[in-house]
């Protein structure tokens, strides 16, 4: 169980005052659930998840996993964030301990071609399109088997057949090594394809005012009427989440 409580995070902005970035956000993800975090642009999706990954320690609260400090993660970003002057399953290979990338390399070599990147793996990433290098990244997350998967808009401005691909390679992964996944997002249809649960955070200084559970079979369609339907009616239900997610008002203006 990962418990995060935190009570203030606070920036000192430009003119030495604070910037108060979180407030009293409490949430929790169980064993191998699947969470979405879902909420207006600024406030404080990502700082959220650099204090649960233990690259920000400078907050009031406290982040526990099973009680300790969350170890054993995996981390997947909105850039791909791979060494141009390494092969593919170099890239792959490097978040690997020293002394333990022997035994990864079949692991790794799995996972990329489940990734369907098997005809790749000595290329370097200048030769691959950005849904390639997402997967490669995309396998990177996985190849130390992690406990907790922080994941903070990973497919963010690819086109929707892409998007829906790589999707489908998380959740088959996923399900495949039982981890724990937070997932950031301020894609409303992604968060319903993707979670178990969504949090919506509030606008800033952000905590979760809503809890969703999705109770939709998986396989799931993101363009299916089932979702859709979900998406509706999750709307219908809270008119308010539209006042805080922009991608949603303009869709509402569409409408
Ligand atoms: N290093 C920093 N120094 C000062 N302020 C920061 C810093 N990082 C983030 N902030 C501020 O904290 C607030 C939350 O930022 P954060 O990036 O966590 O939001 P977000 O919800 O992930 O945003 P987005 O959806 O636009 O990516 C914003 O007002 C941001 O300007």
């Known amino acids: 169980m990962l418990d995060i409580r935190i009570d203030t995070k606070r920036y000192p902005d430009r003119g030495g005052r604070p910037h108060l ?12 659930e699947f969470v979405c975090v879902v909420g207006p642009s600024g406030c404080g999706k990502s700082t959220l998840l650099a204090i649960v990954g233990g690259l920000d ?3 009031a609260g406290e982040v526990s996993m099973d009680g300790r400090a969350p170890a054993d993660l995996g981390f997947m970003f909105q850039e791909p964030r791979l060494m141009p002057w390494m092969s593919v399953l170099d890239n792959v290979l490097l978040v690997v301990p020293d002394g333990l990338r022997e035994q990864a390399r079949a ?24 849904g390639m290098m997402r997967r490669v990244a995309l396998a990177r997350a996985f190849v130390n088997e992690p406990a907790l998967l922080l994941m903070d ?8 057949p892409t998007a829906n691909r790589l999707r489908a390679m998380l959740v088959a992964q996923w399900r495949r ?3 724990s996944v937070l ?14 649960r969504i949090c919506f955070l509030s606008p800033s200084p952000g905590r979760v005012v809503l809890e969703f559970a999705v109770d939709l079979p998986r396989p799931r369609d993101p363009s299916g009427a089932q979702l859709e339907q979900l998406h509706a009616e999750l709307l219908a239900r809270h008119p308010e989440l539209l006042a805080g997610l922009p991608a949603l ?4 203006a569409h409408d």
Request: hydrophobic share 45%; proline share 3%; aromatic share 4%.
């Open 21 to 32: 970035a979180l407030s009293g956000l409490h949430m929790q993800v169980a064993r191998g």
């Open 57 to 59: 320690r400078a907050c």
């Open 107 to 130: 692991r790794a070599v799995e996972l990329l071609c489940a990734m369907e990147l098997g005809d790749v793996l000595d290329a370097y990433p200048g030769r691959l399109s950005g």
């Open 153 to 160: 808009e990973p497919f963010v401005s690819l086109d929707s």
């Open 177 to 179: 090594c039982g981890a």
């Open 183 to 196: 997932f950031v997002t301020h894609d409303l249809r992604e968060a319903l394809a993707l979670a178990d």
């Open 249 to 252: 008002r303009e869709e509402a």
